[in-house]
C-alpha cells in the first residue's frame, strides 16, 4: 500500500528499540562500529541522526557503508536486515549465518553479574574443539549469538565488568572471525576482526590490543597482501617486553608469514623469526583461554615453517616438516589436518611424487565437502599450480578430475 513502511525500515526501528538506543545513541554505535578510515570519511553526528529518521521512516534504504555497520552493530546478515543481498555479499559455502538473529528478548537491565564474565570465558576451549572437529559450518550460528548476547551485557555493565565482559567479547569476535575466514567470508571476516581490534582497546588490556592486532595480520595472510601482514606483527609486537610469550608468538609467526610472502624471499629472515617464537612456545603458561593454537597443536612452530617454505619454494624441506607433523597429529582433528596434507601435496606435486599427491588429495577431498571449510577447499585447487610439469599426464588428469569435484 502507498505510505506502508518497507519491513526492512521497520526492523531498522525495532532493533534500535529493543536495545533502548535514541536515534542519538544509534548514531553513536554505527560511528562507534567503523574503521578509522571508514570514520574519517562519515559526516558529522547530526548529519548521520537525520540519516536514520530517514532510514526508519522507509524514505530510501541506507547506501554503504551504513548498510554494513548496522549489520555489524546489531549482528544480523545483510539479506536478513534488508530483505536483500547482493550476489558477492553471500558466503561461498552452505553457512546460511543469514539466520543468526539477535537473541528474541529485550535487553538485560539492571546489574550485570561478574560471574557472567567467567561463564562465557570458560565456554571458550569446548567452542576451539568443536572448530576442529565441525569447521565453521555448524559452529558460526552458535558462536555469534554468545558474541551479540555479550556486547549486549557489555552495553548494560559498570566497569569493570564491563571491562571483564568485553575481554570476553574480543576473544569470540576473534573466534567469529576465524570461522568466517575458514568459511571463505573474507568481508564478515574483516567485520569481525575489526570488531576484535575496537573492543580490544576499549577493555584497555594491552595483551588483548596485540592479540587483535595478529589476528588482522592473520586475514591479511589470506589476502596476500604479506606488507600488510608484517605491518600488524610489528605493531603487535610495539611493547614486546610488556606482552605474555603467547601474544609474542603469534605476532611473530605472521611476521615470519608475512616475510615468506614478499618477492624478496628471505628465507633467512623466516627462519630467526620462527626460531625465536619456538623459544617461547615452552613459557606460554598464562591463564587466556584465547589464542592457544601454539599450545594446543602439537608441532605448532614446525607447521608455520613448513607453511612458509611451501612459498618460499624450499619444497624438499617443507615435505621433511610434514612427513614428520602428520605423523603425530591427533586424528580428531581432521579439517586442520586435511590443510596440512592439501600443503604437503603441494609440495610433493613440484617435486614431483605424482603417486603420493594423488593418495593425499583422494583422501583430503572428503574432509572439505565434510566440514564446509573453504580454506581447505582453496588448499586443494592450489595443488595443481605446482604439478604444471606432470599436468598432461595421466596423474594430472585424474588430480585435475578430483580436484573439479572439491
Not at 562507534?32 to 571508514?38: D, H, L, M, N, V
Not at 570519511?41 to 551504513?66: C, F, M, T, V
Not at 613440484?350 to 572428503?366: F, G, N
Request: proline share 7%; aromatic share 6%.
Amino acid at each position: 500500500m502507498p505510505g506502508t513502511t518497507p519491513p526492512w525500515a521497520v526492523r531498522l526501528r525495532a532493533e534500535r528499540r529493543k536495545r533502548r538506543w535514541t536515534q542519538k545513541e544509534m548514531a553513536r554505535e554505527l560511528v562507534r562500529a567503523a574503521g578509522p578510515e571508514t570514520q574519517s570519511r562519515l559526516p558529522e553526528r547530526e548529519s548521520i541522526i537525520r540519516n536514520i529518521k530517514k532510514w526508519e521512516a522507509g524514505e530510501h534504504q541506507p547506501k554503504d557503508p551504513y548498510r554494513l555497520l548496522y549489520c555489524q552493530v546489531f549482528c544480523l546478515e545483510e539479506a536478513r536486515l534488508f530483505d536483500s543481498a547482493r550476489p558477492e555479499q553471500r558466503t561461498i559455502t552452505d553457512v546460511d549465518a543469514s539466520t543468526i538473529e539477535p537473541t528474541p528478548y529485550p535487553p538485560h537491565q539492571g546489574p550485570v553479574a561478574p560471574e557472567l564474565v567467567m561463564y562465557f570465558l570458560e565456554q571458550l576451549p569446548g567452542h576451539y574443539k568443536a572448530d576442529m572437529w565441525l569447521g565453521p559450518r555448524h559452529l558460526i550460528p552458535t558462536v555469534a549469538t554468545q558474541a551479540q548476547l555479550i556486547r549486549e551485557l557489555a552495553q548494560a555493565a559498570d566497569a569493570p565488568v564491563r571491562r571483564g565482559l568485553l575481554s570476553a567479547g574480543v576473544a569470540y569476535a576473534a573466534l567469529l572471525g576465524w570461522l568466517y575466514q575458514d568459511a571463505g567470508d573474507i568481508k564478515h571476516s574483516g567485520n569481525w576482526r575489526t570488531l576484535t581490534l575496537d573492543m580490544a582497546h576499549r577493555s584497555q588490556n594491552p595483551q588483548l590490543i596485540s592479540y587483535a592486532l595478529t589476528n588482522k595480520a592473520m586475514l591479511a595472510v589470506d589476502l596476500e597482501d604479506g606488507r600488510m601482514v608484517v605491518d600488524y606483527a610489528e605493531a603487535a609486537l610495539t611493547e614486546e617486553s610488556k606482552l605474555c610469550p603467547k601474544v609474542r608468538v603469534l605476532a611473530l609467526v605472521h611476521q615470519a608469514h608475512g616475510h615468506s610472502m614478499l618477492p624478496a624471499k628471505d628465507k633467512e629472515q623466516v627462519d630467526r623469526l620462527l626460531d625465536r617464537a619456538a623459544e617461547l612456545v615452552g613459557r606460554v603458561d598464562d591463564e587466556h583461554p584465547w589464542g592457544n593454537a601454539c599450545r594446543r597443536t602439537p608441532g605448532y612452530i614446525d607447521i608455520q615453517r613448513a607453511t612458509a617454505y611451501l612459498r618460499l619454494g624450499a619444497y624438499r624441506e617443507a615435505i621433511t616438516l610434514w612427513d614428520q607433523i602428520l605423523g603425530a597429529a591427533p586424528e580428531s582433528a581432521r579439517r586442520d589436518n586435511g590443510v596440512f596434507w592439501a600443503r604437503q601435496a603441494s609440495a610433493l606435486a613440484a617435486i614431483p611424487e605424482p603417486e603420493r599427491v594423488i593418495q593425499i588429495v583422494s583422501t583430503t577431498a572428503p574432509i572439505a565437502q565434510g566440514t564446509g571449510s573453504v580454506r581447505l577447499r582453496q588448499e586443494l585447487k592450489a595443488i595443481p599450480r605446482h604439478a604444471t610439469a606432470w599436468a598432461a599426464t595421466a596423474s594430472g588428469r585424474e588430480l585435475a578430475e578430483i580436484i573439479s569435484l572439491v
